[in-house]
């Protein structure tokens, strides 16, 4: 059973097809963690070049996948609803396992610090519990009409 749908997710983000990397929302504590459910199909765009006959998830998606289960967290607390948060760094990024088609990518992101508009966030991507994708994001959020 899920927190939030997938339909449910995109009054939250403003990500649409072929850019929205979340199936449904797991579990959910507001202010402290997130987990996700990503279901990579081979009908995703991206596999169609990359690679043909050995389609590979491209490593910058799995990492906008944890940014958009990080925005979903973000954006559930009271002081940002409505808002848009942006990806404004990513450190400590580390690739151990290829993602491939029929695979379900798990993704868990835990609040680390928070001050104002910005804050960081531990990430961490897995299939079958083996770490495809571990980063630390830094997130800013604004009005979607700031200039940041």
């Known amino acids: 059973m899920s927190v939030l749908t997938a339909a449910e997710i ?16 797991d579990e959910l504590n507001p202010g402290e963690s997130i987990t996700c459910t990503k279901n990579v199909t081979i009908n995703e765009e ?16 799995i990492i906008e996948s944890l940014a958009q289960a990080a925005s979903i967290l973000i954006l559930k607390s009271e002081q940002f609803q409505g808002k848009t948060a942006y990806l404004g760094a990513i450190k400590q990024a580390k690739f151990r396992k290829v ?9 868990y992101v835990e609040m680390v610090k928070q001050r104002s508009n910005m804050g960081t966030v531990k990430c961490t991507a897995s ?12 997130f800013i959020v604004a009005a979607a009409d700031d200039k940041i």
């Open 99 to 107: 993602v491939r088609p029929g695979d379900v990518l798990s993704l």
């Open 10 to 25: 995109m009054t939250l983000i403003p990500n649409r097809y072929p850019i929205l990397f979340m199936d449904r929302v």
């Open 127 to 138: 299939v079958d519990e083996k770490v495809a994708c571990s980063a630390d994001l830094t």
């Open 46 to 61: 991206f596999f169609q070049g990359h690679f043909p006959g050995n389609p590979v998830m491209p490593g910058v998606l």
